[in-house]
């Protein structure tokens, strides 16, 4: 059913459509990403685990793909991935000219290329690349996307045309393996965790915004509680990993995230990740691979947003509000009723 008001407060709230069968019109039927079934994963116990099968989904995959690159960032989880791609493999990292918010991850990951004799390219992200690659994956969502999707995209068009015929992502190492420290730690309560996990209030920007606590509601525990795990495995999970899938979908790529086939066969030691040691088995893994380096601290992946939207004034169109608080507003929030508007304006209304 088309549900424009519902449609957009999600996105606004989720950054996602969460509810199967909504739609923001006829025609703009939106998918979402399907985690593995739990019968297929792989447990692991510890760092060798984890190498012993990743090792052999690098096996597998060499032996149909000759050419393998990587969405290499300065963190951990795509880090180690590195290490078991052959010399010369494209590695792709992003900048953006004008800005310092991926000197970092450029200044690391080229480490990594340099130790495993990978051929380091760096893709910049400006608002020239929003403007031109926002509407292609739009298109293919039949949604508005997260700000990561048109900078995977537009490397993932790169990568084609160097001859690259899958490329490996780290994605989903952060939720297996308890990377989420800042959303997992603390001892929610439920109106809490609400505020902490809206990613941007729709009653703030929408002149007629629709409620989404029907979504949290389906993990409350008790009268006050929130089964923060489960949400974040069935939820998060599908708006993270949905945005890979779009972006190298709408680019004709093919990807592979070798940890989205790993399960931890032990419940995650909570008091190691609250004591600061997030993903300890990744940070294992990481240490076999870069003994001479420091263990880097978890960032997501960086995005230029507050730099390309500093000045934008915020949005025109009469679904949003005429007293947003532009000035209070995050990059990526700024990106959300950038992108939103845009869609909405694609639909011809």
């Avoid at 006829?26 to 116990?45: C, K, M, S, T």
């Avoid at 730690?185 to 609400?194: H, L, M």
């Avoid at 915020?314 to 209070?328: L, N, Q, S």
Wanted: overall charge negative; proline content about 7%.
């Amino acid at each position: 059913m088309t549900d424009l008001d519902f449609c957009l407060s999600s996105y606004i709230a989720f950054r996602y459509i969460w509810k199967d069968g909504m739609e923001f019109a006829d025609g703009f039927r939106h998918e979402n990403y399907q985690p593995i079934a739990p019968e297929d994963l792989i447990p692991v116990r510890s760092s060798a685990d984890i190498d012993r099968e990743i090792r052999a989904q690098m096996d597998a995959l060499y032996s149909r793909y000759d050419n393998i690159g990587i969405l290499l960032s300065g963190g951990m989880d795509s880090a180690n991935l590195a290490a078991y791609l052959k010399p010369g493999s494209h590695a792709y990292t992003f900048c953006a000219q004008g800005s310092d918010v991926f000197d970092a991850d450029i200044a690391r990951a080229a480490k990594y290329a340099e130790k495993f004799s990978l051929v380091h390219h760096l893709v910049d992200i400006s608002m020239d690349d929003y403007e031109a690659f926002t509407p292609v994956v739009m298109r293919r969502k039949c949604a508005p996307v997260h700000s990561i999707e048109p900078q995977i995209y537009k490397a993932a068009l790169q990568a084609r045309r160097d001859g690259v015929q899958l490329v490996l992502v780290g994605e989903s190492a952060d939720l297996i393996f308890g990377g989420m420290d800042k959303l997992i730690s603390p001892k929610w309560t439920f109106d809490a965790f609400v505020r902490r996990y809206t990613f941007l209030d729709p009653e703030l920007v929408l002149k007629t915004p629709v409620s989404q606590t029907e979504l949290f509601e389906k993990y409350r525990v008790g009268e006050d509680g929130i089964d923060v795990m489960r949400f974040m495995d069935e939820v998060f999970a599908i708006e993270s990993s949905g945005s890979y899938l779009n972006a190298f979908g709408a680019a004709g790529m093919p990807y592979y995230d070798p940890y989205a086939r790993l399960v931890m066969a032990e419940p995650l030691d909570m008091e190691r990740v609250r004591a600061g040691e997030p993903k300890y088995l990744v940070r294992g893994l990481y240490a076999m691979n870069y003994p001479e380096l420091p263990i880097p601290t978890k960032v997501p992946m960086p995005r230029p947003v507050d730099m390309v939207f500093k000045g934008w004034n915020g949005p025109v169109r009469p679904e949003f509000r005429d007293d947003i608080p532009m000035e209070t507003l995050t990059g990526n929030q700024k990106w959300q009723l950038w992108c939103a508007q845009l869609f909405l304006d694609s639909l011809g209304k």
